[in-house]
C-alpha cells in the first residue's frame, strides 16, 4: 500500500462506435478483394467508418461521458486526461485538452500520449504510477482513433484491416488485493520502420513505399509486424502471470489487441491457452488502434464474462514498434 492506496483499478467503462458500417463486401466494390480472402486472412467481416467531416474528439466525448457515469463520477472529480491516438483531429491542441473542454472537466490536466496500437495499456501504467503516488485519484483514460482517415483505399493489404471507434475507462483507488496487479511495458525502435505513419516529415523511403497519390497513409510491412507480434504478446502475456505468481488456469481471460485472427491465433498457441479464454471481436470492428482493448474490454464486462475477483489479461503491440500488457484482479 502507497500513500494509504490498497490498489488501482478500473471504475468505469464507455465505449463509442460511429453509425456507419463498411462490410467486407462494400470494398469488394471499391478495391481488388474478396469477401473470402479478407475472412480467410484476417478475420474481419466488417468495421465502422467516421462519417464525413465528423470529428473524432466526438466519439472520445461519448466514451469519456459514458465511463464516466458509469464510475458513479462527475467530470468535475476526474484529475487528469490521457488520449490514446494516432490520428488526432489537431496536433494543437492536444486531443485531450479538447475533450476536457467538451465533457466540462475543468480541474483535470490533459495530455495525449502515442504508443500506437499498445498506447491504452501503456496510459494505464502511466495512470497507476499518479494514483499510487496520491498526486491524481480519478484518471480518465480515452483511446479514440480514426483510421479510415489514414488508410490508402487503394491498397487492398491494408485498407482492408481498421477502423474507427473509443474506449474509455476511469482508474482510481480499489480494495486491497484489488485493480492492477503486473504490468509489462516496452519497445524496439530498431524496428519501428515496419510500421509508418507520416506527419510532418516523409524520408524518401517513406515516399517510395506510396505509390498512390495520397501519402499520409499508414504503410506496413505484415510479415515482419506478425512475426512481432505473435511473439511479443506472448511474451509479455507471460511475464504478468509469473510475476503474480499465477498460472495459466488462474487467468479467466485474455484481451488481445484485435489487429488480425491469425496473430491472435498465432499468440494463443504459443502461450498455450485455449480459444475459450481469449476474447476476440475483431470481426465487427477490424484494428481500431488503441481503442480495440478498452472496446473489447467494455463488451465482456457488458457480458457479463468478467465477475469481481476474476483475473484479466490485456495485451496489445504497436507501431514503434511497442508492446504492453496489464494483469488485473477484476474489482467490480
Known amino acids: 500500500m502507497i500513500n494509504g492506496i490498497a490498489g488501482v483499478g478500473i471504475l468505469g467503462l464507455g465505449k463509442s462506435l460511429p453509425e456507419k458500417v463498411l462490410t467486407n463486401f462494400d470494398l469488394e466494390k471499391i478495391v481488388d478483394t474478396t469477401n473470402e480472402w479478407i475472412v480467410k486472412r484476417t478475420g474481419i467481416s466488417r468495421r465502422r ?20 457515469i458509469d464510475a458513479g463520477l462527475t467530470a468535475r472529480e476526474i484529475d487528469l486526461i490521457i488520449v490514446t491516438t494516432e490520428t488526432p483531429d489537431y496536433l494543437a491542441p492536444n486531443m485531450a485538452c479538447i475533450i476536457q473542454g467538451k465533457i466540462g472537466a475543468e480541474r483535470a490536466a490533459a495530455f495525449d500520449l ?7 495499456v501503456y496510459a494505464l501504467a502511466v495512470a497507476k504510477q499518479f494514483v499510487e503516488t496520491g498526486f491524481y485519484k480519478h484518471i480518465l483514460i480515452v483511446a479514440c482513433e480514426g483510421l479510415s482517415r489514414i488508410v490508402d483505399w487503394k491498397d487492398r493489404a491494408t485498407c482492408v484491416l481498421f477502423g474507427d471507434g473509443a474506449g474509455a475507462v476511469v482508474v482510481g483507488p480499489v480494495d486491497r488485493g484489488y485493480g492492477i496487479k503486473a504490468m509489462e511495458i516496452g519497445a524496439d525502435g530498431t524496428l519501428g520502420h515496419n510500421i509508418t505513419i507520416p506527419c510532418c516529415y516523409m524520408s524518401q523511403d517513406d515516399l517510395a513505399k506510396r505509390p498512390h497519390e495520397k501519402k499520409n497513409v499508414i504503410w506496413m510491412d505484415g510479415s515482419e509486424v506478425f512475426k512481432f507480434a505473435v511473439r511479443t504478446m506472448a511474451y509479455a502475456s507471460e ?7 499465477l ?5 479467466k481471460l485474455i484481451i488481445p489487441h484485435q489487429a488480425n485472427i491469425r496473430i491472435i491465433e498465432g499468440a494463443a498457441k504459443r502461450i498455450g491457452v485455449s480459444e475459450d479464454k481469449v476474447y476476440v471481436n475483431v470481426h465487427d470492428y477490424g484494428n481500431v488502434s488503441s481503442a480495440c482493448i478498452p472496446i473489447a474490454l467494455y463488451e465482456t464486462v457488458k457480458k457479463g464474462m468478467i465477475s469481481q475477483g476474476d483475473y484479466i489479461v490485456l495485451v496489445g503491440f504497436g ?14
Not at 114 to 120: K, Q, R, T
Not at 247 to 251: A, E, F, G, K, Q
Open 319 to 332: 507501431g514503434g514498434l511497442t508492446w504492453a500488457s496489464a494483469l488485473i484482479r477484476w474489482s467490480r
Open 49 to 68: 467508418l467516421l462519417g464525413e467531416n465528423q470529428p473524432l474528439y466526438e466519439l472520445g466525448v461519448e466514451a469519456a461521458n459514458n465511463a464516466i
Open 247 to 251: 498460472t495459466l488456469d488462474d487467468i
Open 114 to 120: 502515442n504508443a500506437a496500437c499498445s498506447g491504452f
Open 239 to 245: 511475464k504478468v502471470i509469473s510475476e503474480s505468481n
